[in-house]
C-alpha cells in the first residue's frame, strides 16, 4: 500500500488494527501525528458552505443544471490532506542533511554543492545541507577532513572545537578530543576558537590543546602528508598517535599492564602509514616498546 493511501485511510479513521499498528511504527508517524492535530484544529465555517450552496443556485436558473453541495467534512479532510503534504514536504526539504563518513581505515571523497572538495580521513564525518546552501553555507565535521574550496566561495567548517571560516582556499581541519589543529594551504582562513580569531596565509598552522595554543612550525608541503599516507606530528600526546594508528589501520591498540605513557612526553616527528609494521617501528623505538600482534585484530604494546 502506497504511503499516501495509508495516510488517507489513517485520516480518515478508515485502518483497522493491524493496520493501525503498522502505521504506528513508521518512523515518520511522531511527525504525521503532530501535523494532524494541527490541521485537526482547521474548521470549515458552516456559513461558508452554504453561502457557497445558495450562491450556485442562485446563479443556476436553468433546470438541467445540476448543483452537488459539497459535504464539509471531505473538504476538512482534503485541506488535512493538502497541509500535511505541505508541512512534511517543507520539513524534509528543511531537514535533510547529507552525511558523509569515513569508517576506521577508510578515506572518504565528496564534493559540496558548489563543486568544492573533501577528502575525509579515518574515522571522521561530515554533514550539510544541500537545500538553501547558497544561503547558509556551512559543513559540521567530526574529526578531520581537507578541504578544496572552489574558487570564489565562501563557507564555514563547524567542529565541536571551533570554527573555520574560508574563502576559495585549500585547508586542512582536524578536531578530535580535546585538540583542535587548522593549517592554510592555500588562500586564507579564518579560525575561531572561544573568543579567539586567527587568520592562516599559505603554510601556516594553528593549534589549540585543552584551551592552550600550541607554537606550529611552517609547512611547505602542497597538502597534508595523511593524503599520501603519512602523518606529521608536533608536540603530540603519544596517546593520541595511538588512536591515529588504530583509526588509519582499523585495529585495536592495547598497552600492556606494565606500561605507562607519560602525557608529558609529546611526539614530534612524521609517521609513515603505508603499512601496520612500518608504522609501529617508528612509534615503538620512540618510547622503547615492542609490539605483538594477535591475529584478532589487536595489537600489545609492551616494554623491551
Known amino acids: 500500500m502506497k504511503e499516501d493511501i495509508k495516510l488517507a485511510k489513517w485520516l480518515a479513521g478508515e485502518m483497522d488494527e493491524k493496520e493501525l499498528k503498522e502505521f504506528e511504527s513508521l518512523p515518520e508517524f511522531d511527525t504525521y501525528r503532530k501535523i494532524a492535530e494541527y490541521s ?3 474548521q470549515a465555517p458552516e456559513t461558508d458552505t452554504d453561502r457557497l450552496y445558495n450562491a450556485i443556485t442562485e446563479k443556476r436558473q436553468a433546470p438541467q443544471t445540476k448543483v452537488v453541495k459539497l459535504h464539509q467534512p471531505w473538504l476538512v479532510r ?43 580521513n579515518s ?35 563547524n567542529t565541536p572545537l571551533g570554527k573555520v571560516t574560508v574563502v576559495g582556499t585549500q ?20 579560525v575561531t576558537y572561544k ?30 602528508g595523511w593524503m599520501n599516507n603519512e602523518v606529521t606530528f608536533v608536540s603530540e600526546k603519544p596517546e593520541n598517535i595511538i588512536k591515529e ?31 601496520l609494521d612500518t608504522t609501529l617501528a617508528f612509534f615503538t623505538d620512540k618510547y622503547h616498546l615492542k609490539a605483538e600482534k594477535t591475529g584478532k585484530g589487536t595489537v600489545i604494546l609492551s616494554a623491551e
Open 78 to 120: 482534503i485541506a488535512a490532506v493538502l497541509i500535511i503534504a505541505l508541512c512534511l514536504t517543507f520539513v524534509f526539504y528543511t531537514n535533510n542533511t547529507t552525511t558523509q563518513i569515513a569508517q576506521a581505515g577508510e578515506k572518504t571523497e565528496f564534493l559540496l554543492p558548489d563543486k568544492s572538495a573533501v577528502v575525509l
Open 245 to 275: 594508528i588504530e583509526r588509519h589501520y582499523a585495529v585495536k591498540i592495547e598497552l600492556d599492564k606494565n606500561v605507562s605513557l607519560s602525557p608529558e612526553n609529546v611526539f614530534t616527528g612524521t609517521l609513515p602509514m603505508n603499512e
Open 171 to 190: 585547508f586542512n581541519v582536524k578536531a578530535r578530543d580535546n585538540r583542535f589543529d587548522v593549517t592554510c594551504f592555500e588562500g586564507k582562513v579564518k
Open 195 to 224: 573568543s579567539q580569531e586567527v587568520f592562516l596565509t599559505p603554510g601556516e598552522s594553528v593549534t589549540f590543546e585543552n584551551g592552550e595554543e600550541i607554537t606550529i612550525p611552517e609547512t611547505q608541503a602542497a597538502q597534508p
Open 123 to 157: 574515522g571522521s564525518e561530515a554533514e550539510f545541507k544541500s537545500w538553501n546552501w547558497n544561503k547558509k553555507r556551512s559543513v559540521d565535521l567530526t574529526g578531520e577532513a581537507y578541504f578544496k574550496v572552489a574558487k570564489g566561495k565562501t563557507f564555514d567548517v
Open 40 to 42: 485537526a484544529q482547521l
